[in-house]
T-cell receptor, first 108, second 113 residues
């Protein structure tokens, strides 16, 4: 069945550091791919998405490129802020299949 | 901006009791979903609903669970006889079409004592 594997973390960075959270998937066909973010005490918010191979999703300085050849959708940000501290979930498909989440803490 | 809403934000119940979690999806959306997140674990798909019937459900969604769209705006999840292991955050989501972006509500935290 469909599955998502993501770097579990936790990840702790200093402000302005470069962020990468790895995500790979297994699926039949050509799923849509998503990154969701969960801030402390809040629900899930869509961060970005890509619907086909080589698409790049971007939002709030975060980017992820849909790589079909490596079945990956790694999340990157060039310079993280304290306000980016949250749990990040990679997900795919029409009934969302989530990875386990990666908790990011950014220290000032 | 339209958003998915859920009530209550926190529900505490005794084991064996029935609970109904309520959701109001975004008004022009046609697909509705329930997910749950046990504390510290990943978000898990429970069920999807379209055209007044279940379109897909997971193994978690057993006979104790049911969903309903009782009117034009609400979408409910009922757990008939709650168990301790049902304690979790329950998220409702909706989308315009299948495969489109799903928008999540803020969640209902269910605590079963």
């Amino acid at each position: 069945g469909d599955s998502v594997t993501q770097m579990e973390g936790p990840v702790t960075l200093s402000e302005e550091a470069f962020l990468t959270i790895n995500c790979t998937y297994t699926a039949t066909g050509y799923p849509s791919l998503f990154w969701y973010v969960q801030y402390p005490g809040e629900g899930l918010q869509l961060l970005l998405k890509a619907t086909k191979a080589d698409d790049k999703g971007s939002n709030k300085g975060f980017e992820a490129t849909y790589r079909k050849e490596t079945t990956s959708f790694h999340l990157e940000k060039g310079s993280v802020q304290v306000s980016d501290s949250a749990v990040y979930f990679c997900a795919l498909h029409k009934k969302l299949v989530f990875g386990k989440g990666t908790k990011l803490t950014v220290n000032p | 901006e339209p958003e998915v809403t859920q009530t209550p934000s926190h529900q505490v119940t005794q084991m064996g009791q029935e609970v109904i979690l309520r959701c109001v999806p975004i008004s022009n959306h046609l697909y509705f979903y329930w997910y749950r997140q046990i504390l510290g674990q990943k978000v898990e798909f429970l069920v999807s609903f379209y055209n007044n019937e279940i379109s897909e459900k997971s193994e978690i969604f057993d006979d104790q669970f049911s969903v309903e769209r009782p009117d034009g705006s609400n979408f409910t999840l009922k757990i008939r006889s709650t168990k301790l292991e049902d304690s979790a955050m329950y998220f409702c989501a909706s989308s315009v079409g299948q495969g489109d972006t799903q928008y999540f509500g803020p969640g209902t935290r269910l605590t079963v004592l």
